[in-house]
């Protein structure tokens, strides 16, 4: 069967660097930083008291102050976002087929802060089970999709990706094949997190798996860098609004984008690490390519998975050498967690969103931070250090792998 060709007709963007896709545009391209101390909790006693949360988000200027007390952040984070996307799409909601609008959403961890809280007064209690009725509920990884279906009346495919970081990556995948395969003519889709809590921070310190830089929170995320130390946690969401190409013509829709592919592979190598030649990573940049149908050489831009962390960013640049050979240098690289920090479950979504964006308007975000040069680096890539570059961008890829070994990877194209 001839396959249907997929489009991205709405964006969605709660960051730390901004709390719509505009401000977030704004954010990467100016090279902003959404790092700095923590206000959730007193992390005098943490070993990492930073991370990128949240700027002036108050979720009650968005959801009934009732319904967002059944809501996790994670949750909320999700509608928010997903409001936006639909709006930017203009989709008419007493028009379209709800049966065939899906929404398949992606979160590595879920209501992490939910559970935290319930759990710790329930052991600072007298040992009687007193849990809040909306515990499982606003816990569940699930609820986020749940709850935008439920809004807004879409009866489609919905369920939950959980692939740890490379969770929203799978689930735009899913959706893109949803589509292309005839079962959906629209699918929301992206991914929410909101694990900036203690037992958040407290886990991934335990793991030594954030950075320490607590004299300079704003430079601690500093992929590529030689002097990195680890990843800064990050929270939000990103939603985009896939569309089958003739529907989204048929209705005059705004396209930002044509999906062209995605890859999966898995490093089948360790819990936490990358195999260090990166061949979990070459797999899954091939895959995609060859799912896409397009040769290397046509890719002007890569947004890398790129966390700070000492071996996840030599092994994904070395695997990007493997797989684009000589043209590797003509690429355009970045990684735009240099400014938003490392949002888990909703880094491929925000990433993907960025790469898209970057197509829009021609400029690649910069990787901020970087002072010291690297020797285990290849010094003929560019990493669009610094400061943003201009570039007519026809094809953007966007590469996300979670612990566990889960490696995604999707490609978009700019319509002429």
């Known amino acids: 069967m001839e396959l249907r060709r997929v489009v991205v007709t709405g964006l969605g963007a709660l960051t730390p660097i901004g709390n719509t896709k505009d401000e977030y545009w ?14 959730y909790f007193d992390a005098e006693k943490f070993k990492t008291k930073f991370a990128c949360e949240l700027k002036n988000f108050n979720a009650t200027d968005f959801i009934d102050r009732k319904e967002a007390r059944k809501m996790d952040r994670f949750t909320q984070y999700a509608m928010v976002a997903s409001d936006e996307a639909i709006a930017d799409a203009k989709l008419d909601l007493d028009a379209i087929n709800k049966l065939r609008v899906g929404v398949i959403w992606g979160a590595g961890i879920g209501g992490l802060e939910t ?26 990884a699930d609820i986020a999709p749940g709850n935008i279906s439920i809004k807004n009346g879409f009866m489609g495919p919905n369920y939950t990706t959980v692939s740890a970081c490379a969770s929203s990556a799978n689930a735009m995948i899913d959706a893109l094949n949803y589509i292309r ?21 407290g886990g991934f310190n335990a793991m030594h798996a954030l950075s320490t830089r607590n004299e300079s929170p704003e430079t601690a995320s500093r992929p590529f860098d030689a002097t990195r130390d680890g990843f800064v946690l990050g929270e939000g969401a990103g939603a985009i609004i896939l569309e089958e190409y003739e529907h989204a013509k048929a209705r005059g829709a705004k396209i930002y984008a044509e999906v062209l592919g995605g890859g999966l592979s898995s490093d089948a190598y360790h819990m936490t ?3 260090p030649d990166g061949i979990g990573v070459i797999a899954v940049m091939k895959n995609c390519l060859e799912n896409a149908g397009i040769a290397p050489e046509e890719v002007d831009h890569i947004n890398t998975h790129g966390t700070s962390t000492p071996l996840g960013d030599v092994a994904e640049l070395k695997a990007i050498s493997e797989v684009f050979g000589d043209h590797a240098k003509n690429i355009n690289i970045n990684s735009t967690k240099s400014m938003t920090g490392h949002l888990l479950g909703a880094a491929g979504a925000i990433e993907a969103i960025a790469s898209i ?42 590469n996300t792998f979670g612990f566990g070994g889960h490696n995604a990877c999707v490609l978009f194209k700019k319509l002429d």
């Open 273 to 275: 690490a990358p195999h």
């Open 357 to 398: 964006l970057a197509m829009e308007h021609g400029i690649v975000p910069p990787t901020i931070n970087h002072e010291v040069v690297d020797e285990n680096i290849d010094p003929s890539l560019n990493l669009t250090l610094n400061k943003a570059q201009k570039r007519d961008i026809k094809v953007a890829m966007s």
């Open 181 to 201: 395969l005839g079962h959906c003519d629209v699918v929301v889709t992206g991914g929410s997190e909101a694990a900036v809590t203690i037992a958040g921070m």
């Open 26 to 39: 704004e954010g990467l391209v100016s090279g902003k930083s959404g790092a700095a101390p923590l206000t």
């Open 115 to 140: 559970f935290q809280d319930e759990v710790l007064n329930f052991a600072s209690g007298d040992g009687t089970p007193r849990f809040n009725p909306f515990f499982i509920p606003k816990m569940i």
